[in-house]
């Protein structure tokens, strides 16, 4: 038997030794086998973050894939966007980066790519039934190596130009980014201070996940007693980009996306740009003002790559810091080309800082979470939709969650994909209208659902 909750929405990810083990990714890897071989794929690019297990763990997905009859091509560890690039550079159309992303050191997981589509949702719970009923093919697929680095580096040095060289901190929380992005950045011109870009599993500075404020600490330090101009930052897979300005102002990802929005729109008239319920309702009307047609859509990794496939739209971007360049890349989320594509835009002024200021900006809380039991947020989120009063809201959102917009903010609820927990945001034209849109999320939530700890 499998353990079901390795099974995610949007990746496969669980404890080393005990919910995931070589011989579950050794299975794992035979049904992907199976299912590229049955969309006459016939190779597999695989990669591996610099987690402890990822090379065990890699060798057995690895070892599955050849055993469904399908070629295995181990590209070594790398940064998960490294990984997708090479489904395209090797022609093969498949890959899987070995990954715990964000995850606490003892987690690793795979991110999985058949025939140009990420799996998710259902193609991911049907991996596991596949594996349960037996139906897996068998055959003796050939395993090889390819060095995909010096393409990844010249395809980006070859489109991003910076019109000035920028002087930067780069932290890499001691994740896979560390041996790929100070190479790429000091090739495309900047001079860097680096932080913590000794690839380590152990992580032992700080958690690589510059989505948490806590953990951009360092970067803000070293611009304080520094010369450089803003610091970026990875997290532990490099498909995720943390910004922060030179008076330690954290630049979040939807405030990114407006920078990349008004750069792609002045090549892309009309373009429609893509973005998560989690994001600033000031994305609306930015990218309205600059042309292009905005389309809020699900949050996670996969869902926004479909939704990006689906509609042809140039560019997308997550909350979480994941952003989808389609125009002059492939579509693909990747922190290193996102960070390049930043520092050309910036590049273009003087001083960076008054660039990344100048956004629009509302007040906001970060991301917070009510932890439940397994199955407890959908079914809260569920009673919150049907039930829940909220006197003066102006539009329910219900694409994924429950978001109440209201005249001057909006306040957020919905089921995380991937853990038992249901994710709050709220935003506001000041502290006031912020405190009142909490207060009413107080009174729904405690309504529909009685004894719940709120974490605001």
Known sequence: MLPAEIFKAYDIRGIVGKTLTPAIVRRIGQALGSVALEKNQRAIAVGRDGRLSGEELADALMEGICAAGIGAIDIGCVPTPV?????????CHCCVSVTGSHNPPDYNGLKMVIGGETLALDAIQNLKTRIESGNLSEGKGARRQADV??????????????????????????????????????????????????????????????????????????????????????????DRLGVVCKNGEIIYPDRQLMLFAADVLSRV????????VKCTR??????????????????????????????????????SGHVFFKERWYGFDDGLYAGARLLEILSRSPDANPVLHQLPKA????????????????????????????????????????????????????????????????????EAALERIQEDFRAALSSVWKGLVLPF
């Not at 008239?269 to 998560?276: F, V």
């Not at 990218?287 to 869902?303: D, Q, S, V, Y």
Request: include cysteine; aromatic fraction near 6%.
């Open 83 to 91: 990984t997708y690039f090479a489904a395209h550079e090797l022609d």
């Open 149 to 238: 680095l010096p393409a990844y580096l010249e395809r980006i040095v070859g489109d991003v130009k910076l019109a000035r060289p920028l002087k930067i901190v780069m932290d890499c929380g001691n994740g896979v980014a560390g041996a790929v992005a100070p190479e790429l950045f000091k090739r495309l011109g900047c001079e860097i201070t680096p932080l913590f870009c000794e690839v380590d599993g152990h992580f032992p500075n700080h958690h690589p996940d510059p989505s948490k404020p806590e953990n951009l600490a360092d970067v803000i330090q070293a611009l304080a007693t520094g010369d450089a101009e803003i610091g970026i930052a990875f997290d532990g897979d490099g």
């Open 269 to 276: 008239p009309n373009g429609e740009i893509i973005y998560d």
């Open 282 to 319: 000031l994305l609306d009307p930015w990218i309205r003002e600059h042309g292009g047609k905005p389309l809020m859509w699900n949050t996670g990794h996969a869902l926004v790559k479909a939704k990006l496939k689906a509609t042809g739209a140039p560019l997308a971007g997550e909350m």
């Open 363 to 430: 007040v906001s809380t970060p991301e917070l979470n009510i932890k439940m039991q397994e199955g407890e947020p959908a079914r809260l989120v569920e009673k919150l939709k049907r039930d829940g009063q909220f006197p003066l809201e102006r539009t329910r959102i219900t694409i994924d969650g429950l978001r109440v917009e209201y005249a001057d903010g909006f306040g957020l609820a919905r089921a995380s994909n991937t853990t038992p927990v249901v994710v709050l945001r709220f935003e506001a034209d000041d």
